[in-house]
């Protein structure tokens, strides 16, 4: 006996470009938040489209002890690294070896964002020190 609604006909494959849902609307080639619409700053989020493709960007900045740190960002643009150098700290009845020293990179699209990020790091007591750097695009 075959189905008599048509929505229980339907195969379980996804819908392509153009294909209509079971509202009967059909899904867009290219979504409009894909692209940055004119009021917006240049930071703000969104997607860079080439031949419908979404391109991914990368970013590096080289800290002062000589370290690279890279992202890559489909969806953002960022202009500056905030990297944020921990102290070690000595073996504890938690650590037993201890902890050693790292650092910790954070990518925000402006300079004033990454002072405001940094002005709160700067509260912790386990920082030794804190560098913004300009990211450069790769």
Known sequence: MAPTSKYLAQSNKPLGRGQ???RGEALPAARHNFVRGPSWPTAQ???LLHDGVI??????????????????SA???????L???F???PPSKCW????PACSHAEWVGSCALAERKASRWRKEPSIE???ILEARQV
């Not at 391109?55 to 890559?72: I, M, N, P």
């Not at 969806?75 to 690294?81: A, D, E, I, N, R």
């Not at 037993?96 to 902890?99: A, D, I, K, L, T």
């Open 55 to 72: 391109v991914r960007l990368k970013f590096e900045t080289t800290d002062a002890s000589g370290k690279v740190h890279k992202r890559s």
């Open 129 to 131: 020190a804190i560098e």
């Open 20 to 22: 209509a849902t079971i």
């Open 75 to 81: 969806s953002h643009v960022y202009s500056h690294c």
């Open 45 to 47: 989020r969104y997607r």
């Open 96 to 99: 037993p070896e201890g902890v």
């Open 87 to 89: 102290a070690a700290h």
């Open 83 to 85: 990297v944020i150098h």
